[in-house]
């Protein structure tokens, strides 16, 4: 059997032999026992009530309504943050130890399934093309003999002084009859074979219908980004206008 896992496939699993070994020496994060949780949901509600009575008429409502923002709102957001981050970073590293582990027990046997899927894959194409070819063989044959019993069967008619009827016969469509089936193709217990239609592309790919191809959203909100209205008679087909948005600091 052919052992050979590709060079692509070595050098991944060195990379993901190296990434485990960083998550396994980085240490646990300390974790934070959540008691202030009704606490955060009593300040919580309080500053939701404020923000729904906010109105804003003039400057001052408005500068009011940024002090509200920064102190009420942020201040809460912060406050949650430092409540709950810790526990989230435990969380996430306990989760990429674990993936770390199952991937380094998981990764020989997958390498190992890979190679055995492909040497089958192999062997299934080669035998469908032989599959495929005896099949057409035997359909030749089979038409070679209908064909001749065609013949013979004019002839007979032909000597019989039924002219007619010879012609009728060889106007008709000759029908092979096949024997015996192709053989199967190669079946193994517990594994299934599917074929899939798959593409490469032809050439650059310019040939490709439009309705085919993808809208490139980020490189386009790059350049309206970039050049705002400008933007339009560069890229074609898009409209671009102004939004506005507030920000405020933690």
């Known amino acids: 059997m052919n052992n050979n896992l590709y060079e692509d496939e070595v050098e991944q699993r060195a990379e993901d032999e190296a990434e485990r070994a960083d998550v396994m020496t980085a240490g646990e994060p300390e974790v934070y026992v959540v008691s202030d949780v009704e606490e955060i949901e009593h300040s919580t509600a309080l500053v939701v009530q404020q923000a729904e009575a906010i109105e804003i008429t003039t400057d001052k409502d408005y500068e009011a309504a940024g002090e509200f923002l920064v102190d009420g709102v942020n201040a809460g957001l912060a406050r949650i943050a430092k409540t709950f981050d810790p526990i989230d970073k435990a969380q996430k590293h306990a989760r990429k130890v674990t993936i770390a582990e199952r991937k380094a027990l998981e990764q020989p046997l997958l390498d190992a399934k890979k190679v055995v899927t492909r040497l089958m894959a192999t062997y299934w194409q080669q035998q469908e093309i032989v599959r495929k070819r005896a099949a057409q063989e035997q359909l030749d044959a089979a038409r ?28 008709q469509p000759v029908v092979p009859v096949v024997e015996a089936a192709p053989a199967p193709p190669p079946q193994a217990a517990g594994v299934s074979t599917r074929k899939t239609w798959k593409y490469n592309l032809i050439g650059d790919g310019s040939g490709v219908g439009r309705a085919y191809l993808k809208i490139d959203d980020v490189k386009i909100g790059k350049l309206v980004r970039a050049m705002g209205r400008d933007a339009e008679d560069l890229v074609g087909g898009i409209e671009v206008y102004q939004d506005v948005g507030v920000a405020s600091r933690r």
Do not use: H, N, P, Y
């Open 144 to 171: 070679r003999v209908a064909e001749d019993q065609a013949l013979e069967e004019a002839a007979r008619l032909e000597r019989e002084g039924r002219q007619e009827a010879a012609d009728d016969r060889l106007r």
